[in-house]
């Protein structure tokens, strides 16, 4: 059933687009040469600390309450602007990111299922862009999801002395890449990743 992927349209939303972008090799890519040690130590890192705040958000249910109802009023807005199935299409992407992180397919099989899924992926992209253009909806669920955000990183430091060491080397990191790319791939202030 929908759900516990904690924050899963908050998180899902904002870092499927990159995983599914590193998780799918050999397409057009011939360009993009094997990921540096900084993109490697990167995504180490996004792993531990999305590890991390998973752990942080299931120990503090008051978080993991808010985060899920951001989700919901994010998902609600969806479905309003007329994209049905938005929670059962990311429960879909939700399985296959999960089987591709524990080795469940073959490489072959998650190369099909992910082709498969790019369709859900980009019309998922398109609803969530127009829910963000609609103010009264987008700046009080803007301002209530920094707040949590903020919130959740207090309490994964207070929790996770690591956590502030991994976050401070990631954004060393993400700098030193930006320089290095010119400013791409960008993640915004205080943003979890996955």
Not at 5 to 17: F, K, N
Not at 118 to 127: K, P, R, T
Not at 137 to 156: A, G, N, S
Request: net charge negative.
């Amino acid at each position: 059933m929908y759900r516990k992927t904690a924050a899963s349209a908050i998180v899902l939303m904002l870092a499927t687009s990159g995983a599914y972008a590193q998780m799918a090799p050999d397409e057009g890519q011939g360009m993009q040469p094997q990921m540096s040690e900084g993109q490697q130590r990167m995504q180490e890192i996004q792993q531990q600390l999305g590890q991390m705040q998973q752990d942080t958000l299931e120990s503090n249910p008051e978080l993991e309450e808010r985060a899920e109802e951001l989700d919901d009023r994010l998902l609600d807005q969806m479905e309003d602007m007329g994209y049905d199935n938005v929670r059962q299409d990311i429960e879909r992407l939700e399985e296959t990111m999960e089987a591709m992180h524990s080795g469940e397919m073959s490489q072959e099989e998650v190369q099909q299922r992910m082709q498969e899924d790019q369709q859900i992926h980009m019309e998922l992209q398109q609803a969530q862009q127009e829910a963000m253009q609609d103010e009264d909806f987008v700046q009080p669920w803007q301002e209530d999801r920094q707040q949590l955000e903020q919130d959740l990183i207090d309490t994964m430091y207070d929790e996770n002395p690591q956590a502030e060491d991994l976050m401070q080397e990631m954004e060393e990191l993400q700098a030193e890449m930006q320089q290095g790319m010119g400013g791409q791939q960008q993640m915004p202030e205080g943003e979890m990743p996955q």
